[in-house]
């Protein structure tokens, strides 16, 4: 069955805002189901591989956008779980120089790629690997050999920093760690090295933005706010919002109390995307995520189809937004 389709919101917004969602390991013909149903643009690791280099070609080539992710997954790293925590397990000390070489051959590999995210959060330590070991003055140079060669094969290209700071991780404000690693970043001269900066935005998995969580004085809407505007008040960049989104079920093993659903679901894209759009400064908002799970020990539905590719209400609501703008 197909679910009931939210009502649209109605806010002042800006216009020509990217809309997309994180596609996962999708093969080709669900993918162009989502693109069937309004899905647009898929963001997604990049792989040196023929298999991953022929699925990129058959997006492009049939109107559906990418947004290349250059990270572990490009520098062939592998990770196993352990004691709930991702760890690296191979390809885990390379160099900079490799990080070099690899950037190079992947945009010579994918041209028709045009909007490129340098690394997904390089500021949490189950993503750090090789030369990416934490440091931020690492991943500022990553970001500026990186950004060369993007711009000196296709200026056109847009370069998206920071990797995804996530703006909200529960409390009472933002969370200031990953704004303090930016501002660190900042002071080396990122600003010269990419075209605007990607940013998460999450809220605990169970509290829309005009919601206060517990413990707070102000609902989360008006923390995103802050955040957003210390983001741009420092660097003066567009803003993607690479990762946004909330889960369609319960919450096993957070907060049984405060259980999503369906319609939460719906109405935390809405709300979200309206906040998102009303800025001037926003370029780009990326659903997290298109038919996903985040797997044990929570087992959350993220996606906006089901997993055997139902939409959801959140689905006909990403539609709605795409279509007022």
């Not at 792989?47 to 990270?71: C, R």
């Not at 991702?86 to 490799?98: A, K």
């Not at 995307?273 to 908002?285: E, H, M, N, W």
């Amino acid at each position: 069955m197909l679910f009931a389709a939210s009502q649209p919101h109605h806010t002042a917004r800006n216009a020509g805002i990217v809309f997309g969602a994180d596609g996962g390991s999708m093969n080709y013909s669900q993918m162009a189901f989502a693109r069937s149903m309004g899905i647009g643009y898929d963001r997604l690791d990049i792989e040196m591989n023929n298999s991953f280099h022929s699925y990129v070609e058959n997006l492009t080539s049939n109107n559906i956008s990418v947004l290349g992710i250059i990270d572990y997954r490009t520098m062939n790293v592998s990770f196993s779980s352990k004691n709930g925590a991702l760890e690296c397990v191979s390809n885990c000390n390379w160099t900079l120089s490799e990080w070099n070489s690899t950037v190079s051959n992947v945009i010579r590999a994918y041209p028709m790629i045009h909007v490129w995210e340098i690394w997904n959060e390089p500021q949490f330590p189950e993503f750090q690997d090789g030369f990416n070991n934490g440091s931020v003055h690492n991943y500022y140079l990553m970001l500026k050999s990186a950004y060369t060669r993007i711009k000196a094969y296709d200026p056109k290209d847009t370069v998206l920093c920071l990797g995804g700071d996530n703006i909200y991780e529960g409390g009472g404000t933002p969370w200031m760690y990953g704004y303090y690693w930016a501002e660190q970043l900042w002071g080396y001269g990122a600003g010269k090295y990419c075209s605007a900066i990607s940013l998460h935005a999450y809220t605990g998995f169970e509290y829309l933005p005009s919601q206060v969580p517990y413990g707070s004085s102000r609902s989360v809407g008006s923390i995103f706010n802050q955040s957003l505007s210390m983001y741009e008040n420092l660097t003066g960049k567009p803003i993607w919002i690479t990762e946004v989104g909330m889960p369609s079920n319960n919450l096993t093993g957070i907060a049984p109390g405060l259980a999503s659903s369906y319609a939460k679901q719906s109405e935390f894209l809405n709300q979200s995307f309206d906040l998102f759009a009303s800025k001037p400064y926003v370029a780009g908002i990326f659903w997290f995520n298109i038919n996903g799970y985040i797997d044990k020990p929570y087992n959350l539905s993220m996606g906006l189809f089901t997993r055997n590719f139902t939409p959801k209400p959140a689905l006909y609501a990403f539609r709605s937004q795409e279509d007022r703008n």
